[in-house]
């Protein structure tokens, strides 16, 4: 777990179960599996499209999100890391933000560069290309899927402050 802003961390599923039940923390899961597929308790490939909670289940101090890291832009939906973006924006006041997948590469510090874009000063004058290479600095474990890079690529100027 790596602290890339303050009182917002990155991490893996194993970060999570170290702080599990720590008060002041609020914790987005940017995995399916296992969370999203507990939140919803279904035991098939999905959770029905038509559930509420399809894209994103709200639970007390968490939000967990149904993303998974894929090759195919196509598949990561924008009120999804959205949501998870507005979640940070809402709770960084009051409590630590711990934003975590499963190995902590990918999607989690995804969200991270592109919070850190729209809600700070950090990236706001940097071209794309820079603003990876000085993130790369301060979480060094960033190593996006193919998807996941195609997203920042396409929505950069979309997350502008």
């Known amino acids: 777990m790596i602290e890339v802003h303050e009182k917002l961390y990155v991490g893996a599923e194993s970060d999570e179960h ?4 720590q008060p002041g923390w609020f ?3 940017a995995c399916k599996e296992p969370y999203h597929r507990q939140a919803l308790n279904y035991t098939g490939r999905a959770a029905s ?5 399809y894209l994103l289940a709200r639970r007390d101090g968490r939000l967990i999100l149904n993303l998974v890291d894929v090759d195919d832009v196509n598949f990561i939906r924008t009120e999804i890391i959205d949501a ?4 940070i924006r809402d709770n960084i006041k009051t409590s630590k933000i711990l934003v975590h997948c499963n190995q902590g590469q990918s999607r989690s510090p995804t969200i ?3 919070y850190m874009r729209k809600y700070t000063e950090i990236f706001q004058d940097l071209e794309l290309s820079e603003s990876l290479l000085e993130f790369g600095k301060i979480y ?5 899927a193919r998807g996941m890079a195609e997203y920042v690529r396409l929505n950069w100027q979309r997350y502008s402050p």
């Open 49 to 53: 499209k038509d559930h509420p909670e």
């Open 84 to 87: 998870a973006l507005d979640a």
């Open 18 to 21: 170290q702080i599990r039940g």
């Open 27 to 29: 914790v987005i899961h």
């Open 140 to 144: 060094p474990l960033y190593n996006p």
């Open 112 to 114: 991270a560069l592109l």
